[in-house]
T-cell receptor
Framework: NAGVTQTPKFRVLKTGQSMTLLCAQD?????MYWYRQDPGMGLRLIHY???????AKGEVPDGYNVSRLKKQNFLLGLESAAPSQTSVYFC??????????????FGQGTRLTVV | GNSVTQMEGPVTLSEEAFLTINCTYT??????LFWYVQYPGEGLQLLLK?????DKGSNKGFEATYRKETTSFHLEKGSVQVSDSAVYFC?????????????FGEGTQLTVNP
């Protein structure tokens, strides 16, 4: 059981380049999330999805877009990368059981550097 | 909106010392509360949780009690080990209407020396 898998694990981009981060989960979870982790700031929510075909903005959505065309995949796109987007990105998924106490499962992260 | 505040780190302890990491929160309604742990180079994993007032979550010798009167969820362990060295995050779960998204504290780096 792979859980939550993120690709790639590392990437270096030049300012203005674009890229897509892929998150795949094999637990049939309804909810999926993209977070960024920066020193001293914890994890901040970028975008999230409560089901296939739906997405919503989190705390820090500017400069990012997402898509959830299939239930198991959640894509995070950077259209024009900026140095401020240098961060570690985590994807998470969670089962919807009508309660908010279910465990979130995290991928191992993508370390992105924008130069 | 929801927010979580953790004690400032980093924290350095000797093996077998007592650990407390403070966590307080601000939220509407009755959130569920969590502690997640992140080992070097890995993603976050659930350490323990509590879903209502006075609940105590426990796992691997760690404990935390949901205190609604003080809006706190402090993490404790009686005797830490070198293997407990990691970053610890306190988090709360928001309303179902907002995807039950987790709001995290800043994280506390714990280093345990032999």
């Amino acid at each position: 059981n792979a859980g939550v898998t993120q690709t790639p694990k590392f990437r270096v981009l030049k300012t203005g380049q674009s890229m897509t981060l892929l998150c795949a989960q094999d637990m049939n979870h309804e909810y999926m999330y993209w977070y960024r982790q920066d020193p001293g700031m914890g994890l901040r929510l970028i975008h999230y999805s409560v089901g296939e075909g739906t997405t919503a903005k989190g705390e820090v959505p500017d400069g990012y877009n997402v898509s959830r065309l299939k239930k198991q995949n959640f894509l995070l796109g950077l259209e024009s990368a900026a140095p401020s987007q240098t961060s570690v990105y985590f994807c998470a998924s969670r089962q919807d059981r009508g309660r908010r106490n279910t465990e979130a499962f995290f991928g191992q992260g993508t370390r992105l550097t924008v130069v | 909106g929801n927010s979580v505040t953790q004690m400032e780190g980093p924290v350095t302890l000797s093996e077998e010392a007592f650990l407390t990491i403070n966590c307080t929160y601000t939220a509407t309604g009755y959130p569920s509360l969590f502690w997640y742990v992140q080992y070097p180079g890995e993603g976050l994993q659930l350490l323990l949780k509590a879903t209502k007032a006075d609940d105590k979550g426990s796992n691997k010798g760690f404990e935390a009690t949901y205190r609604k009167e003080t809006t706190s969820f402090h993490l404790e362990k009686g005797s830490v080990q070198v293997s407990d060295s990691a970053v610890y995050f306190c988090a709360l779960s928001g309303k179902l209407a907002s995807g039950s998204r987790l709001t995290f504290g800043e994280g506390t780096q714990l280093t345990v020396n032999p």
